[in-house]
């Protein structure tokens, strides 16, 4: 289509689309759109395909009100709760999937953030991770101060991971305990801090495609480059345990129109993606160039050595982006 062929030969000369431009491509056949949204990943990208893993560091009794999360105090979902896991596991973990071929690994912590204690005890654990292995570190706890930003980049961190989640307009339906200002201003202080930074967030809270365009357009603002997409996982005991699920389609178009949006980064597909028919195979041949791998959470994903294999398969290498 025309309007398809003159949008890449512009992207690809450094043109940045509008929202309207992007909000126009969701109305376009899903086969036309995914094929040029895959041109530009390979033009842009190339064979590169940026592969991580976390661990679930921290579990439960979270005091954010996040209504699809399953380590929310507001909601009774019986996963499994406890403190900051003791350094030795951690690092186990951080080697482990180093061997299996990962570039990145994470600490995720449950809560609003980390006190002062918590952020020097996985401060230590990044530095024994470090000493072990060659593995990239990425951390995820919550909204920080500059200070423990500072540390966590002292200990070895290079990205840190904060989700918007979706777009301001939609967000205080899905949290009212703290604010898409207050994340975006712990982005900027991660930045401030020397940290990359990688945010995305959440297909099927019952948004709209304007509301996921509108996040993207805000993430790209912020001059990031690492995009986790996610895909509820309707989890029983959360006030959205009966959301409606989206469509495949509906998932890969907005995966599509990400690219156009974000051309040169790493779009990673994150959480739910097992709930995929294919585990992600098409997102990856339509614009998607990263994931997480292995178990999220509180869920099951997908294993290492089955995703090496299918991102192989696609024509990738698994490189840093």
Known sequence: ?????????????????????????????????????NEIREKMCGDSFDMCTIINGKSGRCSENCKYCAQSSFYKTNIDEYPLLEAKKIVDAAEKN?????????????????NDEEINSVCESYKDIGKKCGISLCASHGLLSLEQFKKLKEAGVTRYHNNLETSRRFFEKICT?????????????????????????????????????????????????????????????????????????????????????????AIRLAGGRALLEDMGRKAFLSGANAAISGDMLTTLGISLKDDIDMITSCGYKVKKI
Do not use: W
């Not at 180093?98 to 980390?114: A, D, M, N, Q």
């Not at 959205?240 to 990400?258: C, P």
């Open 1 to 37: 289509m025309e309007m398809l062929k003159s949008l890449k030969r512009d992207i690809l000369n450094g043109y940045s689309i509008t929202r309207q431009e992007a909000i126009s491509l969701y109305k376009l056949p899903l086969e036309s759109l995914v094929t040029t949204a």
């Open 177 to 265: 305990t703290h604010t898409y200002d207050e994340k975006i201003e712990a982005i900027k202080r991660a930045q401030q801090a020397g940290l990359e930074v990688c945010s995305g967030g959440i297909l099927g809270l019952g948004e709209d495609i304007e509301d996921r365009i509108d996040m993207v357009m805000d993430i790209k603002a912020l001059g990031i480059k690492s995009l986790p997409v996610n895909i509820l996982n309707p989890i029983p005991g959360t006030p959205l345990e009966n959301a409606s699920k989206l469509s495949q389609e509906e998932i890969i178009k907005s995966i599509s129109i990400f690219r156009f949006i974000m051309p040169d980064g």
């Open 98 to 114: 180093h061997l299996g071929g990962v570039l990145r690994f994470s600490i995720v912590t449950s809560g609003r953030s980390l």
